[in-house]
């Protein structure tokens, strides 16, 4: 103290004394500006590495896309060509399906003229039936008539051979006048002429019944034959029947199996086609609100949220959370930005991603469509793509993550 008064008490001290302070002033302005100018560097540096980050990420993204399109276009190429086939299977099939219906619709009529026939064949049987039956009972009788005759006949041939002339000498003999002799005479002659009738009647039976046996065969044999062959036309045309009604099944099985394979490469092709053109999502924007530095990117139920996730096949990570929401609820830009990426990325499905600045980005999975594309400058609101459920999504929901410098943060801290 005492020595800083005597330098002050001295002349020119308080020359000496501001210009120490003068110097001092410019030491500190000096580091003032060389402090200023490396803060700037590092920002410059910084903000130069975000930007190539952002480059790297466009150019890396803009691969994968061409890669994912080159993919892509292949195995359209490929749905494409089995559709082609299937549909020319199916186009076969179903000419054969038709061929097959003409076939069958006359089979039916053939087998209605077939069992017309029968039913006829089976009338005719049925009166040929009676018939044989009417010829058998005349047959009967006339065996039994000839049976009868036979006895008779027999008796007189006996009393023929006792008496070779018929009994007429007795009978004139015994006579006691002329008149009772004509008259036994008569009488014998009148036995004589039945005996000969019988004998007659006999041979006419005996042929009548040869006739009558033939007729009878013969009836018996054509009914029973043209039965028969009516019979097997009608088995055999109905065994056709049961076999190309067989065949026709097996056809519009194998039909409905190639409609649901077509069906299934309409949907893959589809799908393909949604990932070679993803930007037919809506346009325009959506309110997206928030009270922190980003905006609900579409309204609904937090339905998983950050953090680990545990399921029967053990624990992992959930990067962010999913927003319940139907199918084609357009999804905003959480905050704006430069899309980054905007594709189909893995079990993510249709994803964009976008880079915020200051290390943050935000990415949008599971979409049914995309609405940007890598390198467009996006304001918050403006829509990126729709909910859907492409990639590994159990239902019509968001995947919404936000990363730090790369690292999945919790986006509930910043909603």
């Not at 896309?65 to 276009?73: G, L, V």
């Not at 009488?187 to 019944?209: G, P, Y």
């Not at 943050?360 to 304001?379: D, K, M």
């Amino acid at each position: 103290m005492f020595c800083g008064a005597i330098l002050t008490s001295r002349p020119g001290a308080s020359r000496v004394s501001a210009l120490v302070n003068v110097k001092k002033r410019e030491r500190s302005s000096a580091s003032k500006i060389v402090a200023g100018g490396l803060w700037a560097a590092l920002i410059l540096v910084y903000l130069a590495a975000l930007g190539n980050a952002s480059a790297f990420a466009a150019t890396q993204s803009s691969r994968d896309r061409r890669y994912e399109q080159s993919s892509a276009s292949s195995k359209l190429s490929e749905n494409r060509r089995k559709q082609l086939e299937k549909e020319a299977e199916l186009a076969a099939l179903k000419q054969s399906e038709a061929e097959l219906e003409a076939s069958l619709a006359d089979l039916d009529a053939r087998l209605n003229e077939t069992r017309q026939r029968l039913a006829e064949a089976t009338a005719r049987h049925q009166a040929l039936v009676v018939q044989v039956d009417a010829i058998a009972r005349r047959m009967a009788a006339t065996e039994q008539r000839i049976r009868s005759i036979s006895f008779i006949a027999k008796s007189r041939i006996v009393e023929m051979y006792k008496r070779p002339d018929g009994g007429m000498v007795d009978a004139l003999l015994l006579s006691e006048s002329v008149g009772e002799a004509a008259r036994k005479s008569g009488l014998v002659t009148r036995v004589t002429r039945a005996d000969r009738e019988r004998i007659e009647e006999f041979l006419s039976l005996n042929k009548d019944l040869g006739e009558d046996k033939a007729v009878l065969d013969e009836l018996s044999a054509a009914a029973a034959q043209a039965k028969a062959a009516v019979e097997a036309e009608e088995f055999a045309l109905e065994e056709t029947q049961v076999r190309l009604a067989a065949s026709k099944a097996e056809q519009e099985r194998r039909i409905e199996e190639l409609i649901a394979e077509v069906d299934a490469l309409q949907k893959e092709e589809a799908k393909i086609q949604a990932m070679l053109s993803p930007t037919r999502g809506p346009s325009g924007s959506v309110p997206v609100a928030g009270k922190g530095r980003f905006g609900w990117p579409v309204s609904g139920p937090v339905t998983s949220g950050f953090g680990q996730r545990c399921g029967s096949s053990g624990c992992r990570m959930h990067q962010g959370i999913d927003i319940s929401a139907p199918v084609g609820t357009p999804v905003g830009a959480s905050a704006a930005g430069t899309v980054v990426g905007a594709g189909s990325q893995g079990a993510y499905g249709l994803t964009v991603v976008i880079d915020h600045g200051d290390g943050f980005a935000t990415l949008y999975a599971h979409l049914s469509s995309i609405s940007v594309s890598p390198g467009q400058r996006v304001g918050q609101g403006t829509i990126v793509g729709a909910v859907g459920t492409t990639g590994n999504a159990t239902g019509p929901h968001l995947h919404f993550e936000i990363r730090y410098r790369g690292s999945p943060v919790d986006p509930m801290a910043y909603l």
